[in-house]
């Protein structure tokens, strides 16, 4: 699933809305506010074009949406360039930054670039735990 600004920040709802989106959602506010009040975790990653830690974390979220997908966690990129209120509401202060959010409250964050298998952990452990 991508959410881009021109997609006016909705998440997509039903199984054919998904089906025309990816696994990876571009956050605005408003879509991200609308993802957040729902029931499936979220992992975001924070980031901007010009940080070089950022390109090179960019594959690996990637990956995990896809890896992902349809397994109960929204997986999603916040540009805060364009995205400075959300960047300021969670206390980002470095990017790359990764937050975890479950049930709307943040329950790990990782800052600065990590190997895929420290985001896999910490999706599964949040997945059996809904389980």
């Known amino acids: 699933m991508i959410i881009e600004k021109g997609k006016d920040g909705i998440v997509p709802q039903t199984k054919m809305e998904r089906m025309f989106f990816m696994a990876l959602i571009h956050f605005d ?13 979220m992992l ?5 074009e010009w940080c070089g830690p950022c390109r090179m974390l ?9 890896e992902y997908e349809g397994q109960g966690v929204i ?3 916040v540009n805060v360039d364009e995205e400075s209120e959300l960047a300021r509401r969670y206390g980002v202060m ?3 930054t990764v937050i975890l959010l479950k049930n709307g409250e ?8 990590m190997p ?15 389980a």
């Open 116 to 130: 895929m298998d420290t985001y896999t952990e910490v999706l599964d452990s949040v997945l059996e735990q809904n």
């Open 44 to 48: 975001v990653d924070f980031w901007a």
């Open 58 to 66: 960019g594959p690996v979220i990637e990956q995990l949406a896809d």
């Open 75 to 77: 997986i999603g990129k």
């Open 29 to 41: 506010q408003e879509g991200f506010d609308k993802a957040l009040g729902g029931s499936e975790p």
């Open 94 to 96: 470095s990017i790359p």
């Open 106 to 113: 943040e329950i790990d964050r990782k800052v600065g670039v």
